[in-house]
């Protein structure tokens, strides 16, 4: 079907994983942990980034290609900072950053399409 690796990887290879963190912080905001669920969800993400690409590289070398560098890589570095500034302006993530958090995702995902569309 001509899919991207990368893609399937952060859809269905990205949705999978996250929906047990995601179902752990749920619960913990209803209990009012919020640090819980904040921390659980990013010291797991940050772990599995990690750790995954670090045995994997061991495994065998990861090849960055030109388009991780000019698409994936500056998306996920505006996301993270729209998500930093949104930890530190008021020490709360409201509905609508969250709603923008998701929808840069989405805008992500439609880039790629597009992307894969025109290949």
């Not at 530190?88 to 805008?107: D, F, H, N, P």
């Amino acid at each position: 079907m001509k899919m991207d690796e990368l893609f399937i990887g952060m859809t269905i290879g990205a949705i999978g994983p996250s929906i047990p963190n995601i179902m752990a912080a749920y619960q913990a905001t209803r209990k009012g942990m919020y640090e819980v669920a904040v921390s659980g969800t990013l010291g797991s993400n940050i772990f599995t980034l990690l750790v995954t690409l670090g045995i994997l590289s061991i495994m065998k070398p990861i090849e960055i290609t030109q388009e991780m560098l000019m698409l994936d890589l500056p998306a996920i570095l505006i996301m993270s900072v729209f998500l930093f500034i949104f930890m530190i302006t008021r020490k709360v993530i409201s509905r609508v950053e969250g709603a923008i958090l998701i929808g840069c995702y989405v805008v992500f995902l439609l880039i790629k399409i597009l992307i894969l569309k025109n290949i």
